[in-house]
């Protein structure tokens, strides 16, 4: 048997009067998903347990089978087993944002992604931190677009921070690290916005109309987890597919392989369809490949709602249609389509609520109560919630019985 996770990330969503009380996903035009929902199984999941704040990182390690009270220690560590930074101990990595503040005294969180600036242009500025502030305790590395890694070595993880793409438009003074260990968080900040001021990458951002990026923000810090990999479990070899390092990361603990394809950006301009067939030419050798792709997650926080329709019908069209043409080639096949979390246009920010999701199998029929089409309104009418406890990845691959 070979498995497909296919995961649009910040795909489910809230209804809305502009779109006559129908959500993104329900209006964007889904034919390949609709199939799933309509031919297998369709339901909704609930990623995020009690007691958790809804994100990516414990929602793909729920989507995982992991749960998150025992092995998610933050977003820091995971991101940083895919850049391949080494951690000790009692070291804490931090993922790191290049953001835009507002010139007001009370620094305006004015864009989580300082424009979404480029991988190269961040480097630069990530190179400039490392030379200015970087020595054995405090070191700065490059990641992806506005998404780096600061790592603390023998640091403080007890502190509380906040995701900066949860207060945009609101004033960061009141939302800086606090408690343990935060005065040294809060200099590292104040020092690297010195230095980004007058940066000549940002020097010629401004000129150009585009967005600065005039900041670090710190947060998602934690130390190295433990994780028993979902290969061993299962007793299977896989990979994982994403431009995102937190993604990526989970895989590298979960025992996936990072599969790598050109051109992924982690935005609405992604490499779509090389996604798709990076995973089919994978499957020919692997048993499992999980395929995130961060487009509606990103048009969610924009508050982009054509964005989004269009990152939803891309999904379906570039990912999910390729993969459903190219599985007759892999023999027997269980593909699990699903958004981790909702990431709502009307609060532009991540949500707890449940999510669809869709299980279809090419050689095992089910008599589950299916819906006429992929969405929230008709997965939660089929009556089937996997909650947390309930480990969806081994309702999935439940080897040698049916799923769900």
Not at 79 to 103: K, Q, Y
Not at 119 to 146: H, K, M, R
Request: a negative charge.
């Amino acid at each position: 048997m070979k498995y497909i996770v296919l995961l649009g990330d910040g795909m489910a969503d809230y209804p809305l009067e502009r779109l006559g009380g129908k959500t993104p996903l329900e209006t964007a035009r889904t034919p390949q998903m609709d199939f799933l929902a309509r031919e297998g199984i369709l339901g909704l999941v609930d990623t995020i347990p009690p007691g958790f704040k809804a994100g990516s990182d414990v929602a793909n390690l729920s989507v995982l089978g992991y749960d998150p009270a025992t092995c998610y220690s933050g977003r820091g560590p995971l991101e940083a087993a895919n850049m391949g930074v080494a951690l000790g101990p009692r070291d804490v990595a931090f993922r790191c944002n290049l953001i835009t503040l507002g010139d007001g005294g009370d620094s305006t969180m004015d864009d989580f992604t300082a424009g979404h600036i480029t991988s190269g242009e961040a480097a630069e500025i990530i190179a400039s931190l490392q030379d200015t502030l970087g020595n054995d305790e405090f070191q700065f590395f490059p990641g992806v677009s506005y998404r780096h890694l600061f790592v603390w070595r023998n640091g403080v993880a007890e502190m509380q921070t906040t995701p900066p793409h949860d207060i945009t438009g609101q004033k960061s003074n009141a939302y800086l690290p606090a408690g343990p260990g935060s005065r040294t968080a809060i200099d590292v900040m104040s020092r690297a916005k010195v230095i980004l001021t007058s940066h000549s990458v940002n020097e010629t951002r401004k000129r150009e109309g585009k967005r600065p990026a005039n900041a670090v923000w710190l947060w998602g810090q934690g130390r190295v987890p433990q994780m028993v990999k979902l290969t061993d479990r299962y007793g299977f070899r896989g990979g994982v597919i994403s431009a995102v390092d937190l993604l990526n990361g989970i895989g590298v603990y979960a025992g996936l392989q990072p599969l790598r394809v050109e051109g992924v950006t982690g935005y609405i301009d992604t490499n779509y369809r090389g996604k798709a067939e990076r995973a089919l030419a994978a499957l020919q050798d692997l048993d499992f490949v999980f395929v995130h792709v961060e487009a509606p997650d990103e048009m969610g926080h924009e508050g982009n709602l054509p964005g989004k329709i269009k990152a939803i019908e891309d999904f379906d069209n570039l990912v999910v249609g390729p993969v459903l043409k190219g599985m007759p080639g892999l023999g027997a096949v269980r593909i699990l389509v699903l958004s981790d979390h909702p990431t709502p246009i009307s609060i532009r920010t991540h949500a707890a609520d449940p999510s669809p999701f869709a299980a279809y199998s090419t050689v095992e029929k089910e008599n589950r109560p299916s819906g006429r089409s992929y969405g929230e309104a008709t997965a939660r009418e089929t009556g089937l919630l996997v909650t947390p406890g309930s480990d969806l990845m081994d309702l999935f691959i439940s080897p040698g019985r049916p799923f769900f």
